[in-house]
């Protein structure tokens, strides 16, 4: 149910000539303007004592002395992510959202040499390459690159070029047993975590643990909370294997 | 009265009529045991681990609710039909005395049970003074004078051997409409504790407030609510995230009473019952609407909640089911013209 900002009465009574009013307001917070929708909603409710029957003038001056404002301010601090979102033995690389990051966000995106109907989650710049990343939920599903469901895309775009590259990612091992079987020294790792499927590339990446996750702990594939480790595969053969985790900034 | 006797004081006020029931002092007692209503809680935890960092997990007990008075349960041993009519004698008197009344006077076998509720806890604890009709009164006196009446039925309505009930002041008071003023909350946090300004009404002054005791029954009683909720969702750590926490709290407050000086009597409330429920969802795959919490009505008490604590909602519907949650909303009842009476403990001891 879409909520509405605002203010309603949820329940009158008449006590000894006393008009007690439980009011429900709601605040929202403003229209994200990439995103293009309200994320966060708060209502709460009341009692509001008159000594007549108020008018809805009345009843808004009450509202306004108790602090009402339909507009919910952002909460901050809290919401920062780390702006790291991988740091491998060989790069970083920074991801940043619109939300948190939003003058770096529009400075990278400004640079994408093609049009792209949704904005992304997180882009993130790495040498001549943007990285556009679209969550599986993100109401910006990326329909222009992507028509298979993942949990994770990245498309990269050459900054010059316009070049693209596709993968998109899966919890668990997403490969037919053929390509696993296929793939050089696979049977010598365990713990798997996730796959990436290139789109545009006879690659494949494999995500696997050190160790198994402890019981209720989350897959670590998109925040990175627990390092893990990527081999990919060009054809049959490794290409690389990198260490993925977080190092606070 | 073609006959019988009929006493009265220069106020014209009647002392002794002897068609009349008189009380007498039954005696002196004090509790055998207290107790507290349960707090009716429940709540419906998310899983916030990998939410967003600002998914609330705060206060979801009775953190920041006003604490509960307590309720001395008495047994009085008066075998009979009639109610024996019960006098508080306070833990003490004044501006800072707890406020204290009868709240529940019903037959257990061969005894009456009385059950006084106080505002806040202290020790000592209350006692009370009873007195019962002559009929239910089986203390014996070796007192050979006095005054004895009889009514037409030749029913002894007034012994003076055995200590009747004397008044010394009374009247009526009217309880606070609300027992809290302004806002009941902000956020997360609730504020419902008793703030209401007492109401205070004056009797024939005496010599020794300490002394008073009084017969005040409560009937007044205010129910008072806040609730919240929030809802978010978007990307926070490359995860897509969802949380929703919807609460109610709420206090049922009983009207008590206090001597608050030699000649002033004042009325106000303590919390006397109290819950809170909450349901909380948090997810980091699925993005739902913004939930919006049932509309909350008062009605049906105890069961209802007992039945919402087993109902608890599904992921989907995680708002707080709306329904009987207490007992009304934000509002009071009887507050007006609850009769007094105020007799003097040293007439007994």
């Known amino acids: 149910m879409t909520k509405q900002a605002g203010w309603k009465i949820i329940n009158t009574e008449v006590n000894e000539d006393l008009y007690l009013l439980t009011i429900e307001m709601t605040s929202l917070s403003p229209i994200n303007s990439i995103s293009g929708i309200r994320h966060r909603a708060s209502t709460t409710s009341n009692l509001f004592t008159f000594d007549h029957e108020p008018s809805n003038s009345e009843i808004e001056t009450s509202l306004e002395e108790y602090g009402f404002n339909p507009e919910l301010e952002e909460v901050s601090g809290d919401r920062l992510i780390n702006k790291i979102r991988i740091d491998t033995d060989d790069e970083q690389q920074f991801g940043y959202d619109f939300q948190n990051n939003r003058e770096d966000y529009l400075n990278i995106m400004n640079l994408v040499p093609i049009t792209i109907d949704k904005n992304p989650a997180y882009v993130i710049l790495k040498g001549d390459w943007i990285y556009l990343y679209y969550t599986r939920e993100d109401i910006n599903y990326p329909t222009q690159f992507f028509s298979t469901n993942h949990i994770l895309y990245s498309v990269r775009i050459h900054k010059d070029t316009g070049e693209t590259k596709r993968k998109g990612y899966d919890f668990d091992l997403t490969i037919s047993d053929e390509v696993k079987n296929s ?67 | 009265m073609a006959h019988g006797l009929l006493v009265k004081n220069e106020d014209n006020e009647v002392l002794i009529d002897s068609d009349f029931i008189h009380y007498h002092f039954l005696g002196k007692y004090t509790h055998s045991s207290v107790t507290q209503i349960p707090d009716l809680l429940g ?54 005395a707890p406020f204290t009344a009868i709240i529940l006077t019903k037959q257990s076998g061969s005894n009456w049970e009385i059950r006084v509720f106080q505002s806040t806890v202290t020790s000592p604890s209350p006692v009370l003074y009873c007195f019962s009709p002559l009929s239910q009164v089986s203390n014996s006196t070796s007192t050979t004078h006095g005054l004895k009446t009889l009514n037409s039925s030749g029913v002894v309505t007034f012994d003076s051997r055995f200590k009747p009930l004397k008044a010394v002041g009374g009247g009526t008071i009217t309880s606070p409409g609300l027992a809290h003023t302004g806002s009941t909350g902000s956020s997360w946090t609730v504020s419902l504790g008793v703030n209401a300004s007492s109401v205070s009404t004056s009797f024939t002054t005496q010599s020794s407030a300490s002394d008073l005791i009084y017969y005040c029954p409560s009937l007044a009683h205010a129910c008072q609510q806040y609730t919240h909720e929030e809802s978010d969702e978007g990307i926070y750590d490359w995860e897509s995230y969802a949380w929703a926490r919807s609460d109610i709290w709420w206090c049922f407050y009983r009207s008590c009473f206090r001597i608050a000086s030699t000649s002033s009597f004042e009325a106000n409330y303590g919390v006397f019952a109290r819950g809170h429920f909450y349901e909380h969802k948090a997810d980091t795959t699925n993005v739902f609407a913004g939930l919006i919490l049932g509309a909350l009505t008062g009605g049906v008490y105890f069961a209802a909640l007992l039945a919402a604590i087993v109902a608890a909602g599904s992921f989907t519907s995680a708002n707080v089911d709306g329904g009987n949650y207490l007992p009304y909303e934000n509002s009071y009842r009887n507050t007006s013209g609850n009769a007094f009476i105020i007799s003097k403990a040293s007439y007994y001891d």
């Open chain 2, 43 to 96: 709540g419906s935890d998310a899983n916030t681990y990998g939410i967003g960092g600002n998914s609330p997990d705060q206060n979801k007990g009775t953190q920041n609710m006003p604490s509960k008075g307590e309720i001395y349960v008495f047994s009085v041993p008066v075998n009979g039909s009639t109610p024996p009519m019960c006098f508080i004698k306070p833990t003490s008197t004044g501006s800072s």
């Open chain 1, 183 to 249: 793939l050089e020294d696979f049977n010598d790792i365990s713990h798997i975590i996730g796959t990436g499927h290139f789109y545009d590339e006879d690659r494949v990446t494999v995500y696997y643990l050190a160790e198994a996750l402890g019981e209720g702990v989350a897959n670590p594939l998109l925040n990175v909370l627990t390092p893990f480790y990527g081999i990919t595969w060009e054809g049959n053969n490794k290409l690389y294997n990198r260490y993925y985790h977080r190092v606070p900034i």
